[in-house]
T-cell receptor, first 109, second 114 residues
Framework: GQNIDQPTEMTATEGAIVQINCTYQTSGFNGLFWYQQHAGEAPTFLSYNVLDGLEEKGRFSSFLSRSKGYSYLLLKELQMKDSASYLCAVSTERGKFQFGAGTQVVVTP | ETGVTQTPRHLVMGMTNKKSLKCEQHLGHNAMYWYKQSAKKPLELMFVYNFKEQTENNSVPSRFSPECPNSSHLFLHLHTLQPEDSALYLC?????????????FGQGTRLTVV
């Protein structure tokens, strides 16, 4: 079956670094996405990895290891506005995304 | 604003009611999706439309009926729902029905079935 695991909640202080891990076991793999979702709002695209390695986009970086079925999203220099749910999603085949349950990140002053 | 608009934002309906959710995208995308998001659970893919043709029905009960009259509009018709159908229903679109194209989501309709 399809399985995507990520922690339920993480707390960190403003200015710190947080790493959100995601492990997956899926029948197919065409890439891994990270989305950010603020309460009551639409999920918004953050990053996409299809090859092994690190992709950096400003304060956010995403890493993928296909052999380990593992990814992480790294949030640096945390800001209060980064408090949100972060969704890991795997594209298993055309038009199909398998989502994790999301990690709620709480940033404290 | 993601370019995907859903109405209504909130809906309360009885189990015998019939209602419809509407989604409109202004991005020129060819693929549209319905997802269900329940508390503390992963997003569940319900339906996929590619160039107005339904390409995926993820074992969704028949009380949910999608309609895609054109590439810009997607509806979800609801009838005789159950309380466990209460959830956030998200519409999404992507440029094409491909493996590496990101999805753009609407803000969702918060549905409560009483």
């Amino acid at each position: 079956g399809q399985n995507i695991d990520q922690p339920t909640e993480m707390t960190a202080t403003e200015g710190a670094i947080v790493q959100i891990n995601c492990t997956y076991q899926t029948s197919g793999f065409n890439g891994l996405f990270w989305y950010q979702q603020h309460a009551g709002e639409a999920p918004t695209f953050l990053s996409y990895n299809v090859l092994d390695g690190l992709e950096e986009k400003g304060r956010f970086s995403s890493f993928l290891s296909r052999s380990k079925g593992y990814s992480y999203l790294l949030l640096k220099e945390l800001q209060m506005k980064d408090s949100a749910s972060y969704l890991c999603a795997v594209s298993t085949e055309r038009g199909k995304f398998q989502f994790g349950a999301g990690t709620q990140v709480v940033v404290t002053p | 604003e993601t370019g995907v608009t859903q109405t209504p934002r909130h809906l309360v309906m009885g189990m015998t009611n019939k209602k419809s959710l509407k989604c409109e995208q202004h991005l020129g995308h060819n693929a549209m999706y319905w997802y269900k998001q329940s508390a503390k659970k992963p997003l569940e893919l319900m339906f996929v439309y590619n160039f107005k043709e339904q390409t995926e029905n993820n074992s969704v009960p028949s009380r949910f009926s999608p309609e895609c009259p054109n590439s810009s509009h997607l509806f979800l018709h609801l009838h005789t729902l159950q309380p466990e159908d209460s959830a956030l229903y998200l519409c999404a679109s992507s440029q094409e029905w491909g493996p590496n194209t990101e999805a753009f989501f609407g803000q969702g309709t918060r549905l409560t079935v009483v």
